[in-house]
């Protein structure tokens, strides 16, 4: 099954099914209920969209977590718990903040013997097998004109981003293709990502016409990310 979400507005969108066992036909529609381009949100990811003008109408993404949960192997090691698919349910409880008192269901391989075992969260929490730190977000941005309301929107979109993936298709010098072509330049999208806050980035989708010069794009885009003027 397919679950579709047009997004029409920063406030307005509408979501209808698909399944294969209706030949995807398409079932229903409804208008869910949402704010500054949030499409998706549940305990372990939010996604939100911006709407971007490229001579059309083009989606830039935000992807966050509400907490990352870091297992630590050694630990996990030395308390004799296997890896396995629980360590999934174990981080879900974790970064879901669920009672002490629930069971997790243990089942692994370790030292060439199966192990199963029946554990409360709050037993798991004290062997301290993993650690919460503040949630990662990526940002994903391409096909975007270097308009003032676009470079709102993405600076909104991807504001603190730990990774933004920004397109970076034409050279500083070649400002005025870009601009006929609604694309960001090198010192456009390094500009851009400096004012949000990011704190890496990884320019890509590079023109053809710049064949064999993609390193020079990037250092052009990441003079702009740390502030240095054009030459």
């Known amino acids: 099954m397919f679950e579709v979400t047009e ?3 920063a406030s ?8 294969l066992k209706r030949r995807f036909l398409r079932e229903g529609s409804e208008v869910p209920s949402m704010a500054d381009g949030l499409l998706l949100r549940d305990s372990n990811l ?18 966050q977590e509400p907490v990352h949960v870091n297992n630590w192997k050694a630990r996990l090691d030395a308390s004799g718990l296997p890896v396995g698919p629980w360590l999934r349910t174990f981080k879900a409880a ?17 030292d060439g013997r199966t192990v199963a075992r029946r554990l409360t969260l709050a037993e798991l929490r004290a062997m301290d097998l993993a ?3 503040p949630g990662q977000k990526i940002g994903y941005v391409t096909d975007a004109a270097f308009t003032p309301a676009n470079a709102a929107a993405i600076e909104a979109l991807v504001r603190g981003a730990g990774l933004l993936f920004i397109e970076a298709p034409f050279r500083h010098a070649d400002a005025a293709i870009a601009a006929d072509r609604a694309h960001l330049t090198t010192w456009q999208a390094g500009a851009l990502a400096r004012r949000a806050g990011v704190r890496r980035l990884e320019p ?6 710049y064949s064999g010069e993609e390193n020079a794009l990037v250092a052009e885009v990441m003079e702009s990310f740390a502030g240095r003027p054009p030459d």
Not at 12 to 19: D, H, L, S, T, V
Not at 96 to 109: F, L, M, P, Q, V
Not at 204 to 209: D, G
């Open 7 to 9: 997004l029409l507005s």
């Open 12 to 19: 307005r969108a509408e979501r209808c099914r698909f399944r």
């Open 46 to 63: 939010e996604v939100r969209a911006a709407i971007l003008e490229h001579h059309t109408p083009c989606l830039a993404f935000a992807l």
């Open 94 to 110: 974790l970064a879901g903040n669920a009672c002490g008192d629930r069971t997790i269901e243990i089942e692994g391989r370790r």
């Open 131 to 133: 650690t919460l730190t």
């Open 204 to 209: 890509f989708h590079f023109s053809p016409r």
